[in-house]
């Protein structure tokens, strides 16, 4: 998003709609999935996440500065990751796999209602009215950020959703040398996201979930 400002691409509505498009995502969607991960594994019966704060919708309780950075920057980014205890759930290995997907699923669901609500705006309204080419415009951002934000939770690296989910299928030993370089392979996805490398693959498998989720919402129409 920052890259088109810089670059001139895109017109000042369509940017100032992105703009606002992943600020909402960030404070009021990305928040959705974190508390997501905390509900389940609360429900699951891990209070570790109840008692570090994190069984709330409040943003500031889940914002990353460099996930929030890294969605203005391309549209893939991350939250502050939620504190699980697999000790406290009767089965620890279903326990995490459970809370780790509930993050990514709650971001899939809220991807297909904006993509939904943009194809009823974009049936039902005059899409040559700024107001309503504003609204189509930032629910198709928002549903297509959440959608990048669920492909993007899933890569098998640390801090991300998918990293949880590598601990299942991979030795303790070797998982836990592998956290040791959280910062670092952190930063090497960012410049990875930055020059194209992985955001292309991420935005192809992005672009299939879309277009699927477009289908399907325009079926009533």
């Not at 703009?19 to 905390?38: G, K, N, Q, W």
């Not at 939904?116 to 609204?135: E, R």
């Amino acid at each position: 998003m920052l890259l088109d400002i810089i670059r001139g691409n895109g017109d000042g509505i369509s940017l100032l709609i992105t703009f606002f498009s992943r600020l909402f995502v960030i404070f009021c969607t990305m928040p959705v999935h974190e508390y997501a991960h905390a509900l389940i594994a609360t429900k699951l019966g891990d209070q570790t996440p109840r008692l570090s704060g994190r069984l709330t919708l409040n943003p500031m309780a889940h914002i990353s500065p460099l996930g929030a950075i890294m969605i203005f920057l391309c549209g893939f980014g991350y939250a502050k990751p939620v504190n699980v205890n697999p000790r406290n759930f009767k089965d620890p290995k279903k326990g995490m796999a459970i809370t780790a997907i509930a993050g990514p699923v709650s971001n899939l669901i809220m991807g297909f209602v904006f993509i939904f609500l943009a194809t009823l705006v974009g049936n039902i309204g005059d899409t040559s009215s700024t107001m309503i080419y504003a609204i189509y415009y930032f629910l198709t951002f928002a549903g297509v950020v959440n959608v990048n934000l669920a492909v993007f939770n899933l890569l098998p690296i640390p801090p991300l959703d998918g990293s949880r989910i590598l601990q299942l299928l991979i030795p303790a030993k070797y998982y836990y040398k592998f956290l040791q370089y959280e910062r670092y392979v952190v930063l090497i996805v960012f410049v990875l996201i930055m020059t194209g490398v992985l955001s292309t693959p991420l935005s192809y498998i992005s672009t299939i979930i879309i277009n699927l989720f477009s289908k399907i919402a325009s079926l009533p129409f």
